[in-house]
């Protein structure tokens, strides 16, 4: 089965009246997304393409019975959008594609919604969640996805579509494609993912994308070694990043030997990941694993 999306998602989307909401949201809707509302506030009562558009998510909810959000807000006001979207009775999944939202904004949001509420979110600054044959809620060109076996976690966008690519191409398909995104402050993190892939009976390997910066690869790599029964390939970027520079991500930043691409490949395999050096060799440690295609 899937984690965090599949046919049972209701999705309704924050800014789904912008340029960039709607572009991926009717892509998502395209895919077979059940595309249910939009917020904007002040458009409250119009609908776009057919879609209604609400002036709150608890408006939408209560109208349409939205348990996803997508959030395409601006980074002054994203924070505020995962919290209103966090506040609305329903919404179980929150998927933040906004970049560039202050970290003390993050920081407030994770904190409201890992204390007060059950709602998951999922980034910000992140490429979604994609589960093959079923959902897309975010940016991932679900055309270069295959319906399958093999769970995908990753902290950067264009790295989670290589890996996709890379299994597509050498024909293993994916239960859930998760991109947790880069911030400094993930509402989703890779233990909480590596759990959810444990938890389920379809997925049968995963596949890891980590980057400089934080202690996530090693949190991750406690957790496979103490509860994960299943194959993990990983590949941690930024192994020639210069210290004390960042990279990117506003969490890929290195100091000394701490957040190291190599100290990271080294915690990975030393609990037995298999760690490729090139993204291009991810298929094929895959396919030596000996799963089912």
């Known amino acids: 089965m899937a984690i965090y999306v599949d046919e049972n998602t209701r999705l309704v989307v924050q ?8 572009f991926h949201g009717f892509r998502n809707k395209a895919y077979g997304t059940n595309l249910v509302a939009g917020v904007t506030p002040g458009k409250g009562g119009t609908d776009l393409d057919g879609v209604p558009i609400f002036d709150s998510v608890a408006e939408a909810v209560t109208a349409t019975g939205a348990n996803t959000s997508m959030v395409f807000v601006p980074p002054a006001f994203a924070a505020d959008g995962i919290l209103e ?7 179980e999944l929150i998927v933040a594609i906004t970049e560039g939202i202050p970290a ?17 979110l999922v980034g910000p600054n992140c490429p979604g ?4 044959g079923k959902a897309n809620v975010g940016i991932t060109p679900p055309e270069i996805a295959l319906e399958g076996s093999v769970g995908v976690v990753s902290r950067s966008g264009t790295l989670t579509y290589q890996a996709i690519h890379e299994l597509t191409t050498r024909g293993f398909g994916q239960t859930t494609c998760v991109g947790i995104g880069g911030d400094p402050v993930p509402g989703t993190s890779f233990v909480d993912v590596l759990e959810r892939f444990q938890a389920d009976d379809d997925t049968e390997a995963i596949v890891m994308i980590g980057e400089i910066g934080g202690d996530a690869e090693e949190q991750a790599a406690r957790f496979i070694q103490e509860r994960l029964t299943k194959p993990v390939v990983a590949y941690v970027a930024g192994v020639t990043a210069p210290a004390g520079k ?3 991500h506003a ?3 290195i100091s000394g030997s701490s957040g190291t691409a190599q100290a990271k490949q080294e915690a990975l395999g030393a609990v037995g990941v298999t760690v490729v050096d090139d993204p291009t060799s991810i298929g094929d ?7 089912r295609h």
């Open 104 to 120: 003390h904004d993050e920081a407030r949001a994770y904190n409201y919604l890992k204390q007060t509420t059950g709602t998951v």
């Open 15 to 22: 800014g789904l009246t912008g340029s960039q909401g709607r």
């Open 129 to 132: 969640v994609l589960s093959p």
């Open 85 to 91: 979207a966090a506040a609305a009775d329903g919404i």
């Open 285 to 291: 440690a895959v396919e030596a694993l000996g799963i």
């Open 251 to 253: 969490g890929a930043i």
């Open 246 to 248: 960042k990279m990117g």
